[in-house]
């Protein structure tokens, strides 16, 4: 397909509706959950309970059994992946995105000092084997795997040392994971997890065409930082006769594929609740098409994120206490009375998927206070 260019300049409301059309965002959906994974090119997942709140967020009548099922039979797993971060991916992607991402492992490791300092000298690829072996035999932690070689590295950290264990592609094992259950952080290969190892190369130009369809139209800038990986503008040039391009209101070139939908700016977009780290947030390098002007930490750790009209307009976290579910909502500034109600709807919503065995949910607006519950 030939290239299209455009003359058409979409500020942040425009580019807001397309983003949240492409996540999900605008209304929910009637797919698999695998399919949804696919589509947004996996799921933040360094908190478990994560990747189940964004498929909450954005699936018709989502169940927890709809990613806990193919998570204990191994048609997804959680893994080292987009920015060197655990993600969960189908296995499909697993094996075909990994190799990407190696670089980027790379990078991130050896410009940790103290981590040069513990491999300074040593054979790193002797210790690599070394992990591989064990991790393939079963799996590990990573205070496991530092015991195995303090006594071989005498003089070197062992924690360190252990940080290389993220050079070899290698899967979080279930129990972890699955909802309702818990486990070690404990890791094996993909090759030992999948019965094969990942892919030797990346296709580039199918990558970054899925980026698009899920977070465009973007600059080159946004995709570095959704991925991680540097320099991708040549890849992008490689590119032009395969998609469109726009302008945002600064006149900065954006990539997208062709006839991609472009709701309008207009279009309402309801309350949605993100979990603690989404992609949704983190899929751009300027992330004004989502989080407004002023607004700098719009989520921590033990926070999730809540839109309204499509922008971040608050956090929220939630805590039981006896048999109450409590789902405090912190607003970044003054709520219209119909976005709260709507928050509020949504949230008690939330707190129901989250903690079902409670006998009542409450929303509650203003600081986080733990003691709150107790007033």
Request: proline residues 8%; positive net charge; charged residues 30%.
């Amino acid at each position: 397909m030939p290239a299209r260019a455009s003359d058409t300049v979409l500020g942040p409301r425009a580019l807001n509706r397309a983003l949240l059309e492409r996540q999900m965002l605008l209304r929910r959906r009637r797919v698999p959950a695998l399919e949804a994974i696919e589509r947004l090119v996996g799921l933040q997942s360094q908190v478990p309970r994560d990747p189940y709140v964004a498929l909450w967020s954005r699936l018709d009548r989502f169940r927890p059994a709809a990613l806990a099922e193919p998570m204990a039979d191994r048609r997804a797993l959680r893994m080292t992946l987009l920015r060197g971060t655990l993600h969960t991916v189908t296995a499909a992607d697993a094996v075909a995105l990994r190799a990407a991402i190696q670089p980027v492992v790379e990078r991130t490791l050896r410009s940790q000092a103290a981590f040069r300092t513990a491999t300074d000298g040593i054979d790193l690829e002797k210790l690599l084997d070394a992990f591989t072996r064990s991790l393939d035999e079963a799996p590990h932690t990573r205070a496991q795997l530092a015991e195995a070689v303090a006594d071989r590295y005498p003089g070197r950290d062992p924690t360190m040392l252990s940080l290389a264990m993220y050079l070899i592609p290698t899967v979080q094992v279930t129990p972890r994971g699955i909802w309702g259950r818990t486990g070690p952080s404990a890791f094996t290969t993909v090759g030992s997890w999948l019965g094969r190892p990942v892919d030797d190369a990346t296709d580039m130009d199918a990558f970054l065409l899925r980026y698009l369809a899920a977070f465009g139209p973007s600059t080159v800038a946004d995709a570095q930082s959704w991925s991680g990986i540097p320099r991708l503008k040549p890849a992008f040039e490689a590119l032009r006769p395969r998609v469109r391009t726009l302008r945002d209101e600064r006149g900065r070139e954006l990539f997208d594929v062709p006839d991609a939908p472009y709701p309008d700016p207009k279009t309402p977009a309801p309350v949605r609740f993100l979990p603690e780290y989404d992609n949704v947030g983190l899929g751009h390098k300027d992330r004004s098409r989502i989080i407004p002007d002023g607004v700098v930490q719009w989520t921590e750790v033990g926070w999730g994120g809540v839109l309204v009209d499509g922008f971040a307009a608050a956090r929220w976290r939630l805590w039981t206490e006896g048999g109450d579910a409590i789902l405090r909502v912190e607003p970044f500034g003054k709520l219209r009375r119909d976005d709260r109600a709507a928050v509020s709807e949504e949230g008690e919503r939330l707190a129901a998927f989250l903690a079902p065995e409670t006998e009542r949910r409450t929303v509650r607006f203003g600081a986080f206070e733990p003691d709150a519950a107790r007033r």
